[in-house]
């Protein structure tokens, strides 16, 4: 029995919210900022709180709300106080808010119209979804305006990925159109590879197009266009580009891609036989033991047993 007595003390203690102790305006705010209400929760957010994580907490929602009213300067106050708790060591550089702060410092610096560079000490070092989307379509944003297209083409390609906004990007995309033929090949390849995440299929390929307008053999462009192919569906001219890539003069990653790729359409398309062929050959020309493995399943499934064997 004493033991159950000591148990419900230790919880009653650890499950009391902090706001007995202290001001419960930024509970309030912070509560008023799950459900949305912005402008409730910057009022509430104003206050500052006396845990050192519940005050990085609190300025991290406020300079979400002070971002949302496009009071950039505000926002970018609040977050200095932030990380000057985080270099007093009050506060673990790895606590996950501080990169959520890391990406609302980026969005109030590009809303000043700052080309925030992906080099600096400040800059997010984790991607938070939806967040960090966000956050580097307003770099990309900021850094187009200021003229440095291949730091905006930079942040475009790290911003556009699982949840973010792809109307938002498409539109960046096609605003930036113009100085797309400066960008990097291996930048336009990214782009590609990132908008087909998104679903954005005529911005890859209108992408991976400019590559090849340079380099009309290359073989990663070859590569990325049959790749953005086959995941919009097009699977029949994809095939062929995957094709010429192996009947290239191509590096043998090339080949050994382009082949798999090959064995993998062939078998959604059912033609078991040529995906079984196929599959071997990429294990045996490239020491790949799982397409060998591929290649033995359709064979057993086909009860073609000396061919398994």
Not at 101 to 115: D, S, Y
Not at 164 to 193: E, I, K, M, N, V
Not at 233 to 253: D, H, I, K, N, T
Request: charged share 25%; aromatic share 10%; glycine share 6%.
């Amino acid at each position: 029995m004493p033991r159950l007595f000591l148990f419900c003390a230790l919880f009653a203690l650890f499950s009391t919210p902090p706001a007995a102790a202290e001001d419960a305006a930024p509970w309030s705010g912070l509560s008023a900022y799950r459900a949305g209400a912005y402008d409730s929760a910057l009022v509430l957010l104003g206050r500052p709180a006396d845990n050192p994580y519940l005050e990085v907490i609190r300025l991290c929602g406020r300079a979400d709300c002070l971002i949302r009213d496009s009071l950039y300067a505000d926002a970018e106050a609040a977050l200095e106080t932030l990380f000057a708790l985080v270099d007093s060591g009050a506060v673990a550089r790895n606590f996950r808010f501080v990169d959520r702060a890391r990406n609302f410092w980026v969005e109030a610096l590009a809303g000043r119209g700052v080309c925030v560079a992906d080099s600096l000490a400040r800059f997010p070092r984790a991607s938070i979804l939806g967040e960090s989307s966000r956050a580097m379509l307003a770099a990309s944003r900021a850094c187009l305006a200021a003229g440095d297209t291949a730091m905006a083409m930079r942040h475009l390609v790290d911003g556009a990925g699982v949840g973010a906004d792809s109307s938002a990007y498409r539109a960046l995309f096609h605003g930036c159109a113009p100085r797309l033929a400066s960008c990097s090949d291996w930048t336009l390849r990214a782009l590609a590879q990132r908008f087909t995440i998104l679903g954005l299929f005529d911005e890859a390929n209108a992408a991976m197009d400019l590559m090849l307008a340079r380099k009309p053999a290359d073989p990663e462009a070859l590569l990325g266009k049959a790749n953005v192919l086959l995941k919009s569906g097009e699977s029949e001219q994809a095939l062929r580009a995957y094709w010429r890539v192996f009947e290239s003069a191509a590096p043998v990653r090339a080949k050994a891609s382009a082949l798999r790729a090959i064995s993998s359409i062939e078998y959604d398309r059912k033609e078991y036989d040529k995906a079984a062929k196929h599959y071997f050959m990429t294990g045996a020309y490239y020491s790949d033991d799982s397409a060998l493995d591929r290649a033995a399943r359709i064979y057993v499934r086909e009860k073609e047993w000396k061919k398994a064997l």
